[in-house]
């Protein structure tokens, strides 16, 4: 909303900036949506009361404190808009059993045409038509448009994210997701504005509205849910908000025991292209794949061995002694254990077990109990090794 200085104004007056970024929100996150409802409705012949709650912010001199607050307002209001419409398009995915799990990886944490799905959304239900003309032709213009930004701005992100890798500082991801999401929104923001210039809506100022995305993509991908498997966590949640970090996606089919080895394989695909062949997510998402193929049975265990093994190569470059690779350990133990190799299942079991006990004090390692019922376990195997590699006695002639 660039414009000239207005003697009535002061710009960088604390007291404007903080009723513009108020009444800012106010706009983008009640009035707009409330017209665009009541205009839908008057298309079907059902007619609302109008609502004047907030008008359309002032013109601000750009850079200046008012334009800060009313760029910041208008993100804040756009917000729950924008994850209310991610909402509804996973629940219409799940409804129509249709899966976007399995598209690109973005800085949302959605596919690319999840994003724009919810960028069409948002568009659609939550911004009014503002061009005189057909209604629903100016309806689908503005949702194409939406749909657009949205899938630029997670493409954006895809290209950006593995550039920088993940690193074992859980605030050094966190500050990377939180920047690179921010300038994927940013992108998302320009692109936005100059395709309604183009389509002819009201002008809207690229910088404004590219700074009012990366607000949002910030924020977003400081407050996100993103931690590495552990033993009492065995698989990392997702991120439901848009621009969020989403290290390892959960497969929504699968069968009785659990998800299936091929949804798990096409995460896995997308883990990769997103945080690098050798990263942290990619190592969690191979222990996904492991426990997939150990409840389809002894079959599968050679399956279930390869992929704890190739993700305790990947946590090795972080530490060969953490409670990520105790947690590996444990399990190749299962599987070597259930194929008949007592051997080096309890080789492993053993790492797991000194790893355990010099991390005592780690939120991220088993409970006592636990502990205890494995170290049960080594003694048993133990003791079963020593049988089984014990020498006949010598018989003298």
């Known amino acids: 909303m660039e414009g000239t200085d207005k003697p009535t104004r002061d710009d960088n007056s604390l007291t404007t900036a903080a009723a513009d970024g108020l009444q800012a929100a106010l706009y983008t996150g009640i009035q707009q949506p409330y017209d665009s409802v009541r205009q839908i409705a008057g298309a079907v012949h059902i007619d609302l009361p109008e609502l004047n709650i907030a008008a359309a912010p002032a013109e601000t ?23 209310a419409s991610h909402k509804m398009v996973r629940a219409g995915s799940s409804f129509t059993r249709l899966s976007t799990e399995t598209s690109v990886l973005t800085a949302s944490g959605m596919g690319i045409k999840e994003a724009g799905l919810t960028g069409a959304t948002y568009s659609t239900l939550f ?12 309806k689908a213009k503005n949702a194409g448009i939406g749909f657009g930004t949205f899938a630029v701005g997670a493409g954006l992100n895809n290209a950006l994210r593995p550039l920088f890798g993940s690193f074992s500082s ?15 929104a940013f992108g998302a923001g320009v692109v936005d504005a100059e395709a309604n210039n183009l389509a002819g809506n009201p002008h809207q100022d690229a910088l404004e509205t590219g700074m009012k995305f990366a607000v949002m993509g910030g924020v977003i991908g400081a407050t996100s849910k993103n931690y590495l498997a552990s033993e009492a966590k065995s698989v990392p949640k997702n991120s439901d908000i848009f621009f969020g970090e989403r290290p390892a996606p959960r497969p929504t089919t699968g069968d009785f025991f659990g998800p299936r080895t091929s949804e798990i394989e096409k ?33 599968s265990n050679p399956n279930a061995k390869a992929s704890y093994e190739q993700a305790l190569g990947i946590f090795n470059r972080f530490g060969e002694e953490t409670p990520q690779t105790a947690w590996v350990y444990d399990k190749l133990a299962n599987v070597k254990q259930s194929s008949g190799d007592t051997v080096g299942a309890a080789n492993d079991l053993a790492k797991a077990e000194k790893i355990w006990r010099a991390n005592s004090k ?35 002639p």
């Open 170 to 184: 859980g605030l050094s991801n966190r500050l990377m997701t939180v920047g690179t999401a921010s300038l994927s």
């Open 267 to 299: 995460s896995l695909n997308e883990v990769k292209s997103r945080y690098g062949e050798n990263s942290q997510e990619v190592a969690s998402t191979l222990v996904q794949l492991g426990d997939a193929h150990m409840v389809q049975g002894r079959l």
């Open 362 to 396: 780690n939120p991220n390692i088993p409970d006592e109990n636990y502990i205890n019922r494995r170290t049960e376990d080594l003694a048993r195997m133990q003791v079963l090794n020593n049988f089984n590699n014990r020498r006949p006695p010598e018989i003298k």
């Open 127 to 138: 911004q009014p038509v503002q061009n005189d003309g057909n209604f629903m032709l100016e």
């Open 61 to 83: 001199r750009t850079g200046s404190t008012a334009w800060f607050a009313e760029t910041i307002g208008g993100a804040i209001g756009m917000l729950p808009l924008i994850v």
